[in-house]
């Protein structure tokens, strides 16, 4: 006779065994035994009729049951044909509670381990963290639909965190629309004032400042690389001159070392008896104004998309590289929001290539910044670059309330209509990733 016969019933009105206590481990008194059932037993055994179905039943038996149960064929315990339990038998049923698999049959193993204890002798320290994110951020583009849907609101939750620093940089690469209409002047603007060359100075002044931005004692240092890509005549190209001809993207340090020239430019400034009084001053400049054709914004998304991915490949844990597309007219040579998407699937450690649109007024109408819909956007050719655009990071949406424009947690980097002010603010609040501190 074995231990194991003991509970099951071979001594039936034995109510005691003297010194037995002694010999079985009180834990195997407490556990249960197997209930011993035949093929033809357990072939017998009907199943509840699917996984709603048993979760329904599980329910309605927590809520039925009121204490410790062993043996049957319904309530949650030990042993028998229930579907809920420990130490029994049937072919779709939810194990709780026991430490292995007997016969494989359970539907939910509810108290089940899918992974691995800590490792106790390694310290968790900046590269772990970094292998287990990139480990994640595989798993949501290659995952099951489920997992991805549940990836991607992870991404949205926790990207755009990167710190800048000489050894993660960011990258800005601007588009700039070069085609015939751009010699036109802005709409409701001054006679003479032609976008391009508006364009064009405001351009050159932010990376004038975005090297004094990174300037640190005597040296610049490579926060940033930039780039400037013309788009016009049915081709995409550097659109920076001089010694940087012909270059995509250009660190920073660099960049502020080597303008295409330097010139002499009055501006106003205060005399300090409250008027104005003209002033000199030296004004770095790195591309020129141009216009020419049309407008092949569909080559630029491409060549832009090729760009950023080289880039994301050289610097996988950097802030996502941000582009910034700016025109007056609607893309000539292909599908606008294809070629968006494919840029925007471009993604780094910490988040997605980030794409905002400026579009330039040709007319006097008001200016929509920032919009979280299409709603009020005048016609097809705005919606699209609305859609094609992304959603502000929340810095970005933080740094926009600052300079008192209507930014929202949903809003898009997008502008239509937009007067030279208006590009101003929107390149200050593109070209500041994150509140983070430069090193």
Known sequence: MSRIDLPIGFWQGVETIPGIESQIPLEWLLKQVELALT??????????GGWEKLMETLKARLEEQKGRHQGGSKWIGTGGTSPFGAYGYNPEGTRIGQESSRNRAAVKVWDQREYRNLDDSVNS????????LRRLR??????????????????????????????????FLFLVDQSESMEDPFGGGEAGRRKAEELATILNKLIH???????????IYDYFHVGVLGY??????PALGGELSGRSLVPISELANKPLRIEERTKKSDDGAGGVVDQTVKFPVWFDPYGKGGTPMCAALKEATKIVQTWCQEHPTGFPPIVINITDGEATDGDLIAEARKLTAVSGDDGSVLLFNIHLSSTAGP??????????????????????SSTLTPFMVARAT???MPAAENS????FNAQPLHVIHFLDIGTRPANVRLR
């Open 209 to 219: 400042n975005l090297s004094i931005r990174c300037a640190k004692s005597d040296s």
């Open 402 to 404: 600052e300079l008192g």
């Open 232 to 237: 016009s005549e049915e081709s995409c190209k």
């Open 138 to 171: 595989k798993f949501g583009r290659e995952g099951a639909p489920k997992e991805r849907v549940m990836m991607q609101k992870w991404r949205e939750t926790m990207a755009y965190q990167a710190e800048i620093s000489r050894k993660n940089p960011g990258c």
């Open 125 to 132: 320290g900046t590269r772990n963290i970094k292998v287990a």
């Open 367 to 388: 200016s929509i910044e920032l919009p979280g819909n299409a709603n009020k956007l005048p016609d097809q050719h705005a919606k699209q670059l609305f859609e094609a």
């Open 412 to 415: 898009r980097g997008f502008i």
């Open 39 to 48: 093929e033809e037993e357990k072939s017998e055994i009907q199943a509840l």
